[in-house]
């Protein structure tokens, strides 16, 4: 199984565009704003001696911190810019990366059987994924937590998609880093309430916590204000 040339095609031509500057792509937050208090929620319910793997990790700016909470920790990333941009930036080797798609399960496993059951952290890629995708993502979360494993998704909501929507129309149009978003065929927040945890659930994954929270970007709007974007997020394990 595999991907469409045109989404593989979207995301390796906006890697390919973006800078090396921390925070120019529009979900590269800091991770005391991602990972720090991710991590806190799901660190208690992880064997933090496992190796936490980050899917869709694009620059690596989560992933590097995600190494100082666990083992070992492994950025992948369907985009083989997005992995040139995270070893770049990883200039003291503080984590692995490897360029993966999420939906060629063959591949998926072959990472799980180098690694053995892992933790797992996911921040708003089920959202971005083709439709047909979708399952295959959640399915790549499962294979990887196997038993001992636990895994942190946090996705988009609809009502991101207001927010979204208004800052397209802020004055003067989109900010520039959205805009490079739109430009690029990529298209946020197209799941719906319940679809994200059907999906976990139908991947054979139990939801041992969830909450709301807001997804911050490194965008603004004309007046200043960051650009936040509802999100759901959960803890999960395997069976």
Same mark, same amino acid.
């Given at each position: 199984m595999d991907v469409s040339s045109r989404y593989r095609e979207s995301w390796e031509g906006?890697?390919?565009?973006?800078?090396?500057?921390?925070?120019?792509?529009?979900?590269?937050?800091?991770?005391?704003?991602?990972?720090?208090?991710?991590?806190?929620?799901?660190?208690p319910h992880a064997d933090t001696s496992l190796p936490v793997v980050d899917l869709g990790c694009g620059n690596g700016?989560?992933? &590097?911190?995600?190494?100082?909470?666990?083992?070992? +920790?492994?950025?992948? #990333?369907?985009?083989?810019?997005?992995?040139?941009?995270a070893r770049r930036a990883d200039t003291t080797g503080t984590a692995e990366f490897e360029q993966l798609n999420l939906v060629d399960h063959d591949a998926v496993r072959a990472l799980r059987e180098r690694t053995g059951d892992t933790n797992v952290y996911m921040r708003a890629v089920i959202h971005q994924s083709e439709p047909q995708d979708r399952p295959a993502v959640a399915a790549a979360v499962a294979e990887l937590?196997?038993?001992?494993?636990?895994?942190?998704v946090a996705e988009l909501t609809p009502a991101s998609k207001a927010v979204l929507q208004g800052a397209?129309?802020?004055?003067?149009?989109?900010?520039?880093?959205?805009? &490079?978003?739109?430009?690029?065929?990529?298209?946020? +927040?197209?799941?719906? #309430?319940?679809?994200?945890?059907?999906?976990?659930?139908?991947?054979?994954?139990?939801?041992l916590a969830s909450g709301d929270t807001a997804l911050p970007q490194t965008e603004h709007l004309p007046d200043g204000t960051r650009i936040d974007l509802p999100a759901r997020w959960f803890v999960l394990a395997g069976q």
């Open positions: 906006y890697w390919r565009e973006t800078s090396d500057a921390p925070g120019e792509a529009i979900w590269d937050c800091d991770p005391s704003l991602g990972s720090v208090p991710h991590s806190e929620l799901l660190v700016t989560q992933t &590097r911190y995600l190494a100082t909470r666990f083992a070992r +920790a492994i950025g992948v #990333d369907l985009s083989h810019a997005a992995i040139e941009h937590v196997g038993t001992r494993g636990r895994a942190f397209v129309e802020s004055p003067g149009g989109p900010p520039e880093k959205l805009r &490079r978003v739109f430009e690029h065929g990529l298209r946020p +927040a197209s799941v719906t #309430d319940e679809e994200v945890p059907d999906l976990l659930r139908g991947a054979g994954l139990e939801i």
